[in-house]
Structure formats: C-alpha cells, structure tokens
C-alpha cells in the first residue's frame, strides 16, 4: 500500500484530465443562465452599472461574485474571447477542489488520481466545467470550507470562505446553516468563527443589494416569486413525483421515463456510507456524511420548492454519489474494482453526456444564437426592446435591450402581477405600456391568439419563423441520429412593431 503522495504526479494527472475534460467544450453547450451574467458583467464595462439594459440597475444576475469574475475575464480577454480562457478556469478551480476533497480521503497518489477523474466524469462535474455557469467556484468554495475550516479548524477559513460562498449565490445559505448545526453537534460547542462569518456574509450581501438595488434579495429570486404561481401542499407532491426524479438523478431521462437512478443509486450509495462508517477515520467518516447529508437535504428543499433548473441539483448529486467511488477506492483490491467501475459506471455515464452536450449545445449554438445574431444584423438600434423568453443566447447575441417573460432583466412585467392577473392580461398591459420593438415567441398566432387586448395582433406583424427542424441535423450520420434522438430547442416566431402604430 502507497502511503505518501506524489504531487508531481497528481499535478501531471490533473493537467491530463483537465485537458481530455476540455473536449467537452467543442460541444458548445453552454447554460442560457451563464450568458446573462456575462452580459450583466458587459454591463458594467461598457456603463458602469450593474444591470442589464444599459443605465438601469437591476440584479439580474443570480450570482454576485461570478458577475465580478465575468468582468475580469471580459477586461482581460476581450468580449469575443474570453469564454474558453473563463470555462478553463472553471475547470481548473472545481479540479482543485476535487483534489483537496481526494486527499481528505486518500493518502495514496494514484487512488487521488483515480477520485479526480471519477468525480470529474460524474455528469454534474462535466456541466459544472462546460456550461459556464457559477458551480465550479462554488464547489471550490465549499470544499476549501471543508478542508480549511471544518477539518483543520482555521479560524480565518470559517470567516473567508462564508462571505465567498454567499456572494456567490445566496441560496448557499443552506450549506452555510446545515455545516454550523453538523459542527456544533459534532465538536460539542458553538464554532463563534462561522458564526462571525455567517453574519457578515448575511451583512455584506444584504447591505450590497439595499444600498446598491435597493432590495433585501436578488431581483431573479422576488420576480420568480412573483411570476411564478404558489402550488398548494398537494399539488406540490403531485409535481415532487413527476418530476423529482427526473432532476434528483445524476442522469437525465425524458420524463416519459422513471429515472431509475435516482432510487438504485441513492441507495447503493448510502449502503457505500453506512459500510464505509467503520473503515475512514473520525474525519474522513466526518467530511463524506455531511456532504451527503447535505445533498440530501438541498434536493428535498428544492424540490419541495418546485425548484425544477437542474443545476440547482449539480453539487448536490456529485455529493451524494461520492460514497460510491470513496468505497470502489478504498477496497484492498481496487484497482480491479476500478476497472469495473470505468467499464459500468465511467464510460456510460460519460457517453450519456457526450449525447446530452452534443445535442443540447449545437440547438443552443446554431438555433438560438442564429436567432440572436440575426437580429443583430437587421437591427442596429441597440436602444430597442425584444419581449422574449429565455433571457440568454437570443438577448446576449442580439444586443438589444430585453422585456422577459419572467421578470428577470426587467421590472416591468412584475408590476403586471402576473399571478393574480394572468398572463393574458398581464402580458396585455405590458405591451401596450412598453411598446417593445420585436417580441420573439412559441406560437403562430403570438401567445396563441389568448391576449385579452386583440388590438395588439394588428400592432405587430411576423416577420421571421424560426424551425428547429432546419437545425437539428446534420449530413455526418451519427451526429443527426443524436440531433434527432435528442432535439434541443423549439420553434421561434420573430414579430416586429409596424411602423404605422402609435
């Protein structure tokens, strides 16, 4: 048994798989969410405000923290190059972070080498890499708590990192409140250092947003809180069955299907923690319980939630399946163990994947973003307004200002109240008060001809359809079998205000 660490080697191995990793990036699957914070953080280059429709402030973006790195990225690399130098750094850092979580584990060079390139395979790690979103600083930021704080109890990490780690979302509340509870029961004692931290993570985040928005939370949380109907107890049970598993597993099935990983996994993987409750040490037993128990935790309050984005999900499955490659690694033969698990678990896991990022990026990359750059050339007034929905490729690529359907990047709609209006009502007095330019919809005749003012069909006319059939394919057979098997996006029609009205 190897008891010391090469980090030369684990260094090499790392740079290896970060780099067979990065082949992922060619897909272009890249999240609708991550280029909303990137134009917020385009925001601020080009008028010095954190916002999304030039001078207007509006928390638009989710994450805090990761706006500020989209402008150091934006700044440095340029606006048109900075994406792979920001998703290699995103890589870079979630490997770090599953390196600190491998030695915490292992005290051997290659079972750490093996545990980052089994977790960085998982699913939830590839898109944490590739789609450009917040996750992988934040994975960071947990497992420096962990590492730093939790298990080598340094007082300054229980400060740091909770200011961190809510700037970067302040969902993350929920690991900060589950990690005090789990220390103090654990030490017996209150931790002050990440009470000191909580609070002043709580402070500064609450005091920015006032002070700046003038709002106690981020505008994404409120407008879908606004815009977003409350299901009662059962219907939220109902939509829990549907779609829970579905999002809780680390694979995606159609929801046509059970998503049988979500049940079979779970439980191999508690098994994994149980057996593995008598073999790691105090710490190591310490550091894989919370974080599942965390996992656990966070999906059942999401899901309860309604909370449906799957990258809520990321960190939590990744979490919650750790305890089957802790146990496949720390079996006395597992290097054979390792093989079985590369042949059942690796290679399927990664095709499954390879699948979903080849389909969904090229829908996103040639439909969406076509859509985008198209408007980009026939309107070069970027002052105009688009009503739309979603707030990513077709606004980040077109340039034009933008009225969501969510409320997301403009307050107007929320003043709609959607909720207790309606939308054909809402979505009514929102155009007539707005008067948008373009508005970019699903349907033929707009909203499906359901607008409580009918006037509004005569104000617009249609003058661009956009086929998602005419994208997804290809003259290489296998990728329009895959195009085909796994269509991403949907029909788009392009309607234009007409000069003659008021």
Known sequence: MENS?????????????????????????????????????????????????????ISASTTHLYVFVGVIFQTLFGEGNFIYPLLIFNTILLTIGIYWLGKLFFNSTIKIILFILFVSFLP?????????????????????????????????????????ILWTRIDTSIFLGLLFIYDVIQNRKWNTALMIGGILAILSTVAFNWFYFGEIVNNTITSKKNNYPSADFVERINQFRYFGPNYFGIIKFPTSLYNFSTIILFLISLGCLVLLKNKLSSNRNKVITFLFLY??????????????????????????????????????????ASIAYFIIIFIPFTAYQAVHSIATGH???????????????????????????????????SKLKVIDYVGLVD???????????????????????????????????????????????????LIKEFKISNVAKSDNPILDKI??????????YLYKRKSTTK
């Open 411 to 461: 307050k107007r709609l929320t003043e709609e109240n959607i909720v207790k209006n309606g939308i054909e009502v809402g979505f009514s007095n929102l155009i007539n008060k707005a008067k948008p330019d373009y508005i970019l919809e699903d349907y033929k005749p707009m909203f499906q001809g359901k607008l409580k003012d009918k006037t509004i069909y005569d104000d617009y006319e």
């Open 124 to 164: 939830p790690a590839i898109k944490m890499s590739i789609l450009g979103m917040e996750f992988a600083i934040l994975f960071f930021f947990y497992i420096a708590l962990i590492r730093f704080g939790f298990v080598e109890r340094k007082k300054w990490a229980f400060i740091v990192f909770p200011i961190l």
């Open 483 to 492: 195009y085909k098997f796994k269509p991403s996006g949907r029909d788009f």
């Open 363 to 397: 829908g996103e990359w040639n439909h969406a973003r076509k859509i985008g750059l198209y408007l980009d050339s026939i309107e070069p007034d970027k002052n105009k307004y688009i009503f739309l929905e979603p707030a990513g490729y077709i606004p980040y690529f």
């Open 5 to 57: 660490i090469d980090k030369r080697k684990i260094f090499i191995a790392s740079i290896f798989i970060i780099a067979l990793k990065s082949i992922f990036f060619f897909t272009k699957h890249i999240q609708e969410d991550a280029l909303i914070t990137w134009r917020v953080a385009r925001n601020i280059i080009e008028f010095g405000v954190y916002g999304y429709n030039g001078v207007e402030k």
């Open 295 to 336: 996992g656990f935790f966070k999906t059942i309050i999401f899901g309860f939630a309604n909370s449906w984005f799957d990258w809520y999900y990321w960190i939590p499955q990744i979490f919650l399946f750790l305890p089957i490659i802790v146990f496949v690694l720390d079996l006395e033969k597992f290097k054979q």
